[in-house]
């Protein structure tokens, strides 16, 4: 073995004959609120090392060693990534919120042998066809004694080399199917070694896992880095805001990560005089934004590290001290901005005084990384691949055939930092004119009476597109008209025309907005929309006919979107 990279399958076995507490849940239904004894580092260790060993039992001969794990947030969980790990295996974490067929594709397109699952999941898998996966349900009787015959087994990582798939995750695309992207022992090991380093993670540390583990974020950025550091893992079953605080003193959780609105949602309970009661030191994770960071750290007195990286590994961006705010961070050696359809990189943004972007039609490109990159591909998807690195050019540098394309907006300042904009499907065409649904959001948010807000594009016959807003919180139609006149920084073109008011903003099964709905539903709705007809500066309430007349116009033929 490659001495020089390590392996995740070395650090689940280093936890053999560590007898310390390293992994914890959520209570019980018990009366009494309390939890079990916490599984120690060498349980952990054996646990994974049976299940490594029952596994390559199961599997059949030339079968993937691939297994679905369909779970919320439990030690089984946990266990089962450490035995495929000790095995040479690649854990498909499934998500519970897909359903029927496309539940269906996610199993059979990773070829998963062997699914384990819990009985509060049982109903999602009636009726699906799954021919030849073995299915293991952790709370059933027929679990614990398959099991049993494997309980003195002892791990070994000998079996596990760098370059053995370990994570088949899926990530969204704005079209198609989701898409598995590959994740390697050897690379899991060093993400997980180079936040734990970034992060001082030490030993009696505890990482506190809240978000899906089904998800990259919770093993790649929570997990692996505890793992390789020895520190404990508590887990909570799903995200619960409520439960935060709670859970963060009852485990002496000290890092945490997040995604999505979790963050806002947290900041949304009761504030109380004992919130900076705990020992939590830091949470690291992506969209909660510089104004909720803020008010994170006044509340609870703890630091948000805002990151940025491509779900696949492509590109990656850090926080330094000295970051303005609103950017992400410095753009590294091989980072750029790129015009998509020139390939030529973007000049600088321009900002007026109160930060205005002035030339972002110019300086809004897709994140670029021309540089070695650690993206190691989609499971059974070539055209994914060819379109993350130089979308089918086959050429070179001079074509952008050898770069990874994030699929993600930014806008680069002059001392080279960047500002996320969005996503490449969150861009707006409006009369020629490019414009990023993030920033137009980042303004919109502002207004009293907004809790949360998502921005997208409606297709229009005249201009190309319009500009949309969802507004979850308070509405009212005059006094948003005059904030907006009021804001110095928006655009001509920037208004929404549309603005859908909910109770609740709709999200993903990862807190993230679930865009592609908002998008997909348009001025067709449930929910009341309001609308500023053209040549005009107030909102009045979209008719139900009028909402049917408007999506019944066909988009304009070049739309001109790049």
């Known amino acids: ?39 120690t580092h060498h349980e952990v260790a054996a646990g994974a090392a049976a299940r490594a060993a029952l596994l390559a039992d199961l599997l059949p001969a030339g079968a993937e060693p691939h297994l679905g794990v369909l779970l919320d947030n439990t030690p089984e969980f946990v266990l089962w990534l ?95 199917a989701p898409k598995a992207a590959i994740c390697t022992q050897g690379r899991l090991a060093a993400a997980g070694r180079a936040l734990a380093d970034r992060f001082a993670v030490r ?20 997990w ?3 793992l390789v550091a020895g520190a404990g893992v508590a887990l909570r079953r799903r995200f619960s805001a409520s439960g935060f605080l ?80 609103g950017a992400v961070g410095r753009g590294g050696p091989g980072l750029a901005v790129v015009d998509p359809v020139t390939r030529g990189e973007c000049p600088p943004a321009v900002l007026d005084v109160a930060g205005r ?24 998807n070539p055209a994914a691949e060819a379109e993350r690195r130089g ?13 990874y394309w994030t699929g993600d907006l930014f806008y680069r300042d002059p001392d080279g930092y960047l500002y996320f904009a969005g996503r490449t499907d969150d861009r707006l065409r409006v009369d020629g004119e490019n414009l990023a649904a993030s920033m137009i959001e980042n303004i919109v948010a502002r207004y009293d009476g907004a809790v949360a807000v998502a921005v997208y594009a409606v297709p229009d016959p005249v201009t190309g597109d319009q500009v949309m807003a969802t507004i979850a919180g308070g509405f009212d139609p005059v006094g948003f008209a005059g904030f907006l006149s009021a804001q110095p920084d928006l655009g001509t073109k920037m208004a929404p025309r549309f603005v859908r008011v909910v109770a609740e903003m709709p999200v993903t099964a990862t807190n993230k907005i679930h865009r592609a709905r908002l998008r997909k539903e ?32 066909p988009p304009a033929s070049a739309r001109g979107r790049t």
């Open 246 to 325: 709670t859970d963060v003193r009852r485990f002496r959780a000290t890092y945490f990560t997040y995604v999505g609105r979790a963050i806002q949602y947290v900041l949304a309970t009761p504030p109380s005089p004992d919130d900076r009661d705990h020992p939590l030191r830091a949470g690291f994770g992506t969209e909660a934004g510089a104004v909720d960071a803020a008010a994170f750290a006044r509340r609870f007195g703890v630091r948000l590290v805002e990151g940025y990286g491509s779900s696949e590994g492509g590109a990656a961006i850090q926080w330094t001290p000295g970051t303005p705010a």
């Open 82 to 176: 450490g035995a495929a790990a000790l095995a040479g295996a690649a854990v498909a974490g499934i998500n519970p919120t897909r359903r029927g067929p496309e539940l269906a594709r996610d199993i059979l397109h990773t070829e998963c042998a062997v699914l384990v699952t819990e009985r509060g999941r049982l109903p999602l898998l009636a009726g699906l066809d799954l021919p030849g996966v073995r299915l293991l349900v952790t709370d059933e009787e027929e679990y614990a004694a398959l099991l049993a015959p494997y309980a003195g087994a002892v791990p070994d990582p000998g079996r596990a080399r760098p370059a053995d798939r370990l994570l088949l995750y899926f990530t969204s695309g704005s079209t198609g």
């Open 224 to 226: 692996a880095p505890a």
């Open 357 to 380: 972007l002035l030339n972002g039609d110019a300086a809004i490109g897709e994140l670029v990384n021309k540089g070695p990159n650690p993206f190691e591909g989609y499971w059974r």
């Open 391 to 403: 979308r089918g050019s086959g050429g070179g540098e001079e074509t952008g055939g050898d770069w």
């Open 203 to 222: 030993p009696d540390d505890v990482h506190y896992i809240c978000m899906p583990m089904f998800h990259g974020n919770a093993v790649i950025a929570d």
């Open 1 to 39: 073995m490659d001495s020089s990279r390590p392996t995740v399958a070395e650090a689940v076995a280093r936890g053999w004959g560590d007898h310390r507490p390293g992994l914890w849940f959520e209570p019980g239904p018990d009366p009494e609120g309390t939890r079990g004894a916490p599984l």
């Open 522 to 553: 348009g001025v067709r709705c449930a929910d009341p929309v309001w609308w500023r007809p053209p040549g005009q500066d107030t909102y009045r309430r979209l008719s139900a006919a009028e909402a049917a007349a408007y999506a019944q116009r």
